[in-house]
């Protein structure tokens, strides 16, 4: 009873202590959330018929299917209910690595879609021209999407609605910056959008060139700290297929030790990723 009591006393003196610090309001904006970054990877991914609400479907369809035939198999519902739970976040982990690596390989590419750009700025194009030359002269992976927009531009004649969708399909902070650079000559003009781009290029072939040398270093690290994760939960499915060591886990002790299981390996992994995670840019031009 003493020790309650010391510890009410010492949550409250905590609080009182911490509301004396002022408030950081948080910036609205400035850092997308989960569901804008996933959305952004579906839209990366390019996936036909693929959209957020379809993948958060194929996810929960995905662990209700897994949960039955756990459920049918083994007969342990909190065993059951953790593996449909981890094949529940399988598609939208592959998603992401999908994003991920061609968010890698349009890195090198960047530069390339800036210098044909400004190559057309320099040789007096228009800018819807120097866009759309991109889908005949530009890299291959992006054609399409820049064949999309001259499509859309010599269907409705709105350039800036153009772009928006142009965004949209991009889902890159590189390309964001190249088109509100592109709306703002086109809106105001100016002469230093030939200047702009080739700096932005140099800037792109130099983050490229330094993050594969980061990324080829720490490729192994990142890789074993994954395979640490996923041991333990590969050990309790291998303990699945003999069913006497699973009628422990029916237990009120077993179920607190599947959560704690999971509450650690869910933070583990939390770390892992901050630690070894290299920084990117943020879509702060949506």
Same mark, same amino acid.
């Given at each position: ?224 700290? *994954? ?45 892992? *990723? ?13």
């Amino acid at each position: 009873m003493i020790s309650l009591t010391a510890l009410c006393f010492g949550l409250g003196v905590f609080c009182l202590y911490w509301s004396t610090w002022p408030r950081q309001e948080s910036r609205k904006g400035s850092r997308a959330d989960f569901t804008e970054r996933l959305r952004d990877d579906v839209a990366l991914c390019d996936i036909p018929g693929l959209t957020f609400g379809r993948l958060i479907a194929v996810a929960c369809g995905v662990g209700a299917f897994v949960f039955l035939i756990g459920m049918a198999a083994l007969g342990v519902a909190p065993v059951a209910l953790a593996f449909a739970l981890i094949s529940a976040w399988g598609p939208i982990a592959l998603i992401r690595s999908r994003a991920r690596r061609r968010r890698s390989q349009r890195r090198d590419l960047w530069p390339d879609v800036v210098d044909h750009v400004a190559s057309a700025v320099r040789a007096g194009l228009a800018l819807p021209e120097a866009l759309s030359q991109l889908a005949i002269r530009g890299p291959v992976e992006l054609r399409p999407l820049f064949e999309q927009f001259a499509h859309d531009y010599r269907t409705s004649g709105d350039f800036h609605r153009s772009l928006d969708a142009l965004k949209a399909r991009l889902a890159d902070p590189v390309g964001d910056r190249l088109v509100e650079s592109v709306r703002i000559a086109r809106e105001v003009g100016g002469t230093d959008l030939g200047r702009l781009l080739r700096t932005l290029s140099t800037f792109l072939r130099e983050d490229a060139r330094t993050r594969a040398e980061l990324e080829a270093r720490q490729s192994w690290t990142v890789n074993a700290a *994954r395979l640490a994760l996923v041991a333990p939960w590969a050990v309790l499915l291998m303990l699945a297929t003999r069913g006497d060591s699973l009628t422990a886990y029916q237990r009120p002790s077993g179920v607190l030790v599947l959560i704690i299981g999971g509450a650690i390996s869910l933070l583990a992994y939390q770390i892992m *990723r901050r630690i070894g995670r290299l920084p990117h840019e943020e879509r702060v031009m949506r």
